[in-house]
């Protein structure tokens, strides 16, 4: 016998619900339930808020994930110290903020709000003047709620979808539910994660290093610092179509470099709550936005689209150090320049993103806005709007109706199906006091932007007639890409992790460890 004692299913020291106080603090307390709700303690910095929350799931693990030094840290995981923990959604913040929380800062005996049937939670970084922040569904007029829902992050309530979306919906938040991936780390940057993303199953509850040049990632920090030292790459595998100043925007094929494209989307997926791509990326072009210095071009965000559709966006992301610079709405600029250059008018597929949404709503109005200063006074039809500023039809109309400034009418004298603008002046000086067409921070300069398509969307449309068209009309052309950003190897070495020599990279859809 080895004299040491076996431990029985009544030692308070096998419970997985340990408190700060210690094991005997912990006999008489509640435990908390999945899918109920309590008043739970939201850290923040300088703060701590007491928030309402629904706990989603219950897991036994460590407090803070254990970063992956050498590959001997996967045996040694095993062995570290675990409780149990609770998974939370806080009712009035966006599912970004979800997060495991231990049982200490979930108020058990606190008294929680009752939950109003029908009830919007309106969050706390949404103002409507003369609204509570929580009210039934019926006190808010449409125009209040589709103010909420097309400018805000507010959710869009599921008792306004049809059945089928709202099931999709639901399937979706429950596949999706909890965070896979803690934090990863780009660059400069150490990102915590907003929403759940198909990496790999070794990556699961690990934070990330993926090389911002090359994007191939893994959960190992020293293999990052070994690769960091042998990566050759500096820019985008594609050709530089646009740059004016420290800014460059790279156009990559998904069918010519697919590793590239699907690490992209895994990375956007920490961040985009509604994605579907990941993997299939060979109908898509993608444009990645840089800002270039002498050590490379250091990805700031991107927006694809799919090659010969009526759609001239199908996903953009601005990652979050680079949020609220402008860069969103320059990167929408330089979609409808493309869209333009083809002779179509695009439109973004749908539906958009909250974050995306807010961009365009902001950039539809600043467009707009310029027309209607030039026909003050008149009224004027939404196809004429559209030709004139480059934006869907159905686009326009979708903007003006929180301002009911779009109708249709049934007098002979006007055209059937089609929508009018009447461009009073008063209507347009209260748009301008409530900082309606703000111009964007960032201007694309079209005179930089170097980029031509192989056909246009007519000359296309009419090989198709002649059973004479190409797959993929919607590439650049550019015979001569610009030049790449000057390298100065010897003092162009990032500040973070510096190691020998390491590992070659993979060709298989992930950095295989």
Request: hydrophobic share 30%; proline share 6%.
């Amino acid at each position: 016998m080895s004299g040491k004692r076996k431990r029985t299913h009544q030692d308070s020291t096998d419970s997985p619900f340990r408190t700060r106080g210690g094991p005997s603090e912990s006999t008489n307390q509640i435990i908390p339930e999945v899918d109920k709700r309590y008043v739970v303690e939201k850290v923040q910095p300088g703060k701590v808020d007491k928030l309402t929350a629904v706990i989603l799931h219950t897991e036994l693990r460590a407090q803070v994930p254990r970063v992956l030094l050498d590959d001997d840290d996967e045996t040694d995981e095993m062995k570290e110290e675990k409780e149990m923990m609770f998974y939370v959604h806080y009712e009035k913040l966006d599912r970004r903020n979800d997060e495991w929380v231990t049982l200490d800062r979930i108020l058990v005996n606190e008294v929680v709000e009752p939950l109003v049937p029908n009830t919007i939670i309106i969050p706390d970084d949404v103002k409507i003047e003369g609204v509570p922040m929580i009210t039934p569904s019926g006190a808010l007029t449409r125009s209040q709620r589709k103010n909420l829902e097309e400018y805000t992050h507010l959710k869009t309530d599921a008792a306004n979808m049809d059945a089928t979306t709202a099931r999709l919906e639901k399937e979706h938040e429950e596949r999706t539910k909890i965070k896979n991936i803690p934090r990863i780390t780009i660059g400069a940057y150490t990102i915590n994660s907003w929403y759940y993303s198909p990496f790999p199953p070794y990556c699961e509850n690990h934070e990330i290093f993926m090389c911002e040049y090359c994007l191939l990632y893994t959960p190992h920090k020293s293999r990052f610092k070994k690769h960091l030292m042998t990566c050759k790459t500096r820019q985008p595998p594609g050709n530089e179509i646009y740059r004016k100043d420290n800014i460059s925007v790279y156009e990559v094929d998904g069918s010519g470099q697919k590793l590239y494209c699907q690490c992209l989307c895994l990375l956007s997926k920490l961040f985009m709550d509604h994605k579907t791509l990941y993997f299939d990326v060979d109908d898509f072009m993608f444009y990645v936005l840089c800002e270039t210095d002498s050590s490379g071009a250091h990805i700031v965000g991107y927006f694809s689209r799919e090659v010969e559709s009526a759609n001239n966006l199908a996903c953009i992301m601005v990652f979050p150090p680079f949020q609220k610079h402008g860069y969103g709405k320059l990167l929408i600029q330089l979609s409808y320049e493309l869209s333009k250059r083809e002779g179509y008018i695009g439109t973004p597929e749908k539906p958009l993103s909250d974050l995306g949404k807010v961009s365009y709503r902001s950039y539809w109005w600043w467009v707009l806005m310029k027309s209607f200063h030039r026909h003050q006074g008149h009224t004027v039809t939404a196809s004429f709007l559209s030709n004139e500023s480059g934006i869907a039809v159905d686009d326009i109309v979708s903007t003006l109706s929180t301002m009911r400034m779009a109708r249709q009418y049934k007098e002979p004298e006007f055209l059937p199906n089609e929508w009018y603008v009447r461009l009073h002046g008063k209507i347009l000086n209260h748009c301008m006091a409530n900082d309606y067409g703000r111009p964007p921070i960032l201007l694309l300069d079209r005179s930089k932007v170097r980029w031509a398509p192989e056909r246009t969307r007519e000359e296309v449309s009419r090989l198709n007639k002649m059973s004479m068209s190409t797959r993929r009309a919607s590439k650049s052309q550019t015979v001569t890409p610009l030049p790449t950003p000057p390298i100065d190897l010897t003092s162009g070495k990032t500040d973070y992790f510096m190691d020998t020599a390491g590992p070659s990279t993979s060709n298989s859809s992930f950095h295989n460890d």
